[in-house]
């Protein structure tokens, strides 16, 4: 009778736990390599281009025009015709319109994003005040000085 055992090699008992190890990590390092290349590419995207053309000969006109229209949308606001989200929204294309009318440059469905590299602070500064009542679930926000911030900037464009 034998009594010596004879050892098998590790792997060769082993080999297919290993194998498809190998593919599942391999699966993952050429997932993140591709997803890297795919971001990077998606980060050197160049903004819209900008077009400006020149701004109508009497600007006051296009104030006044955009002005009115603010003060039709404070009444239906104060009159409960429209709710909170709307009225941030239709003041946001307000402006928007307004700044494409005065620079030329088309605003009206540019992200918070496109409208930083187009280097419009002021307009910047009042979509993002919008983004929350706009966006949001429940929308919160002070429409009264909302209001007022976007009537300034209207009143001191240049």
Same mark, same amino acid.
Request: proline share 5%; charged share 30%; net charge positive.
């Given at each position: 009778?034998?009594?010596? @055992?004879? $050892?098998?090699?590790? *792997?060769?008992?082993?080999?297919?736990?290993?194998?498809? /190890?190998? #593919?599942? @990590?391999?699966?993952?390092?050429?997932?993140?390599?591709?997803?890297?290349?795919?971001?990077?590419?998606?980060?050197?995207?160049?903004?819209?281009? #900008?077009?400006?053309?020149?701004?109508?000969?009497?600007?006051? $006109? /296009?104030?006044?025009?955009?002005?009115?229209?603010?003060?039709? /949308?404070?009444?239906?606001?104060?009159?409960?015709?429209?709710?909170?989200? &709307?009225?941030? !929204? !239709?003041? =946001?294309? @307000?402006?928007?319109?307004?700044?494409?009318?005065?620079?030329?440059? !088309? *605003?009206?469905?540019?992200? /918070?994003?496109?409208?930083?590299?187009?280097?419009?602070?002021?307009? &910047?500064?009042? $979509?993002? &005040?919008?983004?929350?009542?706009?966006?949001?679930?429940?929308?919160?926000?002070?429409? #009264?000085?909302?209001? =007022?911030?976007?009537?300034? #900037?209207?009143?001191?464009?240049?």
């Amino acid at each position: 009778m034998r009594t010596d @055992i004879g $050892v098998q090699n590790p *792997v060769s008992y082993a080999i297919w736990p290993m194998i498809i /190890l190998a #593919v599942i @990590i391999s699966g993952i390092i050429g997932y993140a390599i591709v997803n890297y290349f795919l971001n990077k590419k998606k980060k050197k995207r160049k903004p819209k281009p #900008v077009v400006v053309r020149k701004p109508p000969l009497d600007i006051s $006109v /296009l104030k006044r025009k955009y002005l009115d229209e603010l003060e039709s /949308l404070r009444a239906e606001f104060t009159s409960e015709k429209i709710d909170l989200r &709307e009225g941030f !929204q !239709q003041m =946001s294309s @307000i402006i928007r319109h307004f700044v494409f009318e005065a620079t030329g440059i !088309q *605003v009206q469905n540019y992200t /918070l994003d496109e409208i930083r590299t187009a280097d419009l602070p002021e307009l &910047e500064a009042l $979509v993002a &005040e919008y983004y929350n009542p706009e966006f949001a679930k429940m929308s919160r926000g002070d429409f #009264v000085e909302s209001m =007022s911030k976007t009537k300034r #900037v209207i009143e001191q464009w240049k």
